[in-house]
């Protein structure tokens, strides 16, 4: 359908796969109209990794190695989009990974489940219980999961998510392509790039970081400095959109 | 749901009213990404009408009091978002509505028309015919609407359509929160703000001008005009957006 040589090519195809993914469930209205802003942002970003995302995405690897029990939680969207390189970040970090809805069903916890699951992702699987503190059923994640981890990566993650998680004393990785949502503001670290680049790239620096690395990276600059980085980039693209 | 006082209540009771819609095949999954996709834009212009927004509006209003056949083209996220606007400016201004969708089924076309008709729109009906410059069915329109107009409103238009009218000798004014987009790059007059709050604006405008100052307005700047006053005002956001 969109030929491969097209200039938005990736975007085109993400598109489409979420569009799929809606029909069957798996992604909601509102995940679409989410990653409708996402799309624009990337766009203002000019759809590549900026320097400053690399950056980023090395002191998340960081923070994966570093960490005694790392969790990657799972929504829709990223499922939808981002399967495969879930499976490859949790090969590379052996991380756990959850399923965490804010429009959480059963029927779509399974649906979402088996879509990781036939991808190559071991997905953590159990009771949920009401442990975070936001309202319920958005309280609900896995004791064993979510709840005993000291690190959290959050691609696409809302906002109330991510404080409450930071709130319980959590280390918070989120992957937002919009440096000023309250998720990115909120997290420990953002990692301000595309779902579907950013992954794979903190999977490659989980493979080649050593351990002095690693130990140096965490020292690095705070998450105002990525976000600060992330508008300037931003800027920088809207001074010559129109020449 | 959501509490009036909320400071994004507009946006967030849009994306309700976009998801319901969509629910009842009124809006695509493509229409609800695209629509995200504005929301971001419309977020980073402060969520407001700007100073160079209302008189691109005022343009827009002596541009259709100007015009011998004025249509305004209504696709699903315009009807789901603003039916009763449309029903307004047709009310002042005399133009005919015509339904014409990006993902055309006659099915589509029935359910917004119905749409439209119980907000107080008179819709244009009839054998569309494929009669503009695009793949079939994307050429599809009707004879005594668009293909017969010389000045058509596209609010939320698709880049290849809007240029389609421009290269048949149409003024072309369109309603596009983002100023890169194609269509707000083609269009002979683009409106760059939020279509609920545009369509009013416009409306009130059409009510006040008299003739002397429409020919006046008839005259003002050209579109990159208000395609770089709204690039100013999105990267003025940008300065201090993380103060």
Do not use: W
């Amino acid at each position: 359908m969109i030929p491969a040589d097209h200039p938005r090519y990736r975007s085109l195809v993400a598109r489409e796969r979420l569009a799929a993914c809606a029909r069957e469930g798996i992604v909601t209205p509102e995940g679409l109209a989410a990653h409708g802003r996402g799309e624009a942002f990337d766009y203002l970003l000019g759809e590549r990794t900026t320097k400053s995302a690399l950056y980023a995405e090395r002191i998340a690897a960081a923070m994966l190695l570093s960490a005694r029990r790392p969790v990657i939680s799972v929504n829709g969207n990223t499922a939808a989009l981002a399967a495969p390189a879930i499976a490859e970040l949790q090969g590379a970090s052996r991380a756990r990974v959850e399923v965490n809805l804010f429009h959480r069903t059963e029927e779509r916890v399974e649906k979402i489940t088996r879509l990781l699951e036939s991808a190559g992702v071991e997905v953590l699987t159990g009771r949920a219980e009401p442990l975070l503190p936001l309202s319920h059923p958005r309280a609900l994640c896995l004791r064993e999961g979510i709840f005993s981890a000291d690190t959290v990566l959050v691609p696409l993650e809302d906002g109330d998510r991510c404080a409450a998680l930071v709130s319980l004393g959590k280390r918070v990785i989120a992957i937002d392509v919009n440096p000023l949502s309250r998720t990115a503001r909120t997290a420990t670290l953002t990692v301000v790039d595309e779902v579907t680049r950013a992954l794979p790239a903190i999977s490659r620096a989980v493979r080649e970081i050593g351990p002095e690395e690693a130990e140096r990276l965490m020292s690095c600059p705070d998450n105002s400095y990525f976000l600060r980085a992330a508008l300037d980039e931003i800027r920088g693209f809207l001074e010559h959109a129109l020449d």
